[in-house]
Structure formats: structure tokens, C-alpha cells
């Protein structure tokens, strides 16, 4: 199965709740809509996968990753040099303890790698977070500007996986919200070119 469907599912299923809006209508005619019905859509991965900052966060985090790296490769190498040095000693008990302290060095290298995967999962998540919070908002300016009174985040372009398991294709189509969409109501450009030009006029 594809690895970005779960996120692409769930940032669809987010986006069904927090992405649409509604805006109540008022008692004279607003501007002209997109489209008669008043209705738009949004691709969401496409908009998350054209996003400048989106690219910019991904360099970042490709950093952070880097230099949490380096520093468990040095923990790493720290542990497997206190080893050495163990082994290389005469039996007693200056060599239990080397190899006592050898043992506590690999076991602090373990537990940093399991810290440091996790904030590097965290700060990725938050960068979504912070991204979608955008994607909620543009949509909003467009949908005001445009006199929309309703956008709604498609998962039209998310297929049934060929080959998964049949849970994982029972989600799929569980998830499912929309079957077809006329071009017509697509604003996901519009939204890209938005985000992209409020983002590097900063």
C-alpha cells in the first residue's frame, strides 16, 4: 500500500471536519461563486506537495535529522570504543568494571535514539499541523472572496489499492467521501498560488 495513503486518508478525513466552511447566506445575493452551486474542492496532497514552506520544513527537518544522527553515531561509536577496552583488559574486576560502563554508555545511545525519533516525529507533525491550519484559512479568504458558500477537501483522486489486504481496502472505501468532482469546482490551484505568494512575500 502506498505509505503517503494513511496520511493523505486522514489529512482528508481532518479536512472533511476542519476544511469545509460554511458561511451562513445572506439576505441579498452575494458575489458571483466559482461555479453556480456555490460549491468548491480542494486537493489536499496536491496543495500539501506544492507548498514552498512545505519544502522549506522538509529541508529543516532533514537537518535536524542530520545532526541528531551524527550525535548517535558519536554515543554509537563511544560505546562500541568502551567495549574494546574492556576486552582488551586482563580479567577482574577492572574489567567488570569497563565493561559495566560499556554496557550503560550502549544503553544511553539505545534510549537517546528512541528520544530523538521522537521529537523528529513530533516537530514533522507539527509542521503539518501548522500547514493545514493555512490550508483551512486559504480556503476561507478564497471562498469569501470568491462568494463560496461551502469548500470541501476531495478525496476523489485516492484510489482503492490494488493488492492491499482487505481491511485496508475496506478503510479505504469507508473513508471514501467523494466519487467525482467537475473540474469546474477545483480551486486547488488558486489556493496554492495564494499560500505560495503569502508565504515567500514574508
Known amino acids: 500500500m502506498n505509505r503517503t495513503l494513511p496520511l493523505v486518508l486522514a489529512l482528508t478525513a481532518a479536512a472533511l471536519a476542519l476544511v469545509a466552511f460554511v458561511r451562513p447566506l445572506p439576505a441579498r445575493a452575494a458575489a458571483e461563486p466559482t461555479s453556480n452551486s456555490g460549491i468548491a474542492v480542494i486537493d489536499v496532497e496536491k496543495v500539501f506537495n506544492a507548498l514552498v514552506e512545505r519544502n522549506d520544513m522538509q529541508q529543516q527537518l532533514q537537518a ?20 574494546e577496552t574492556a576486552r582488551a583488559l586482563p580479567d577482574g574486576a577492572e574489567k567488570n568494571s569497563a565493561v559495566q560502563k560499556a554496557i550503560e554508555m550502549q544503553a544511553t545511545a539505545q534510549a537517546r535514539k528512541q528520544v530523538f525519533e521522537a ?13 493545514f491550519a493555512k490550508i483551512s484559512i486559504g480556503g476561507r ?14 478525496d476523489e483522486n485516492v484510489s482503492v489499492p490494488v493488492g492491499a489486504s482487505s481491511t485496508d ?11 467525482y468532482a467537475s473540474p469546474t469546482l477545483d480551486i ?3 489556493l ?3 499560500l505560495n505568494s503569502e ?4
Do not use: H
Open 141 to 154: 479568504k478564497i471562498a469569501e472572496t470568491r462568494g463560496l458558500n461551502l469548500v470541501i477537501a476531495t
Open 169 to 179: 481496502v475496506q478503510r479505504v472505501i469507508s473513508l471514501k467521501r467523494i466519487v
Open 188 to 190: 486547488t490551484d488558486a
Open 192 to 194: 496554492i498560488q495564494l
Open 119 to 131: 521529537l523528529a516525529d513530533r516537530r514533522q507533525s507539527e509542521s503539518f499541523r501548522q500547514l
Open 199 to 202: 508565504y515567500t512575500k514574508k
Open 64 to 83: 535536524y535529522l542530520t545532526q541528531l544522527n551524527d550525535e548517535l553515531k558519536k554515543l554509537d561509536g563511544e560505546a562500541k570504543a568502551a567495549f
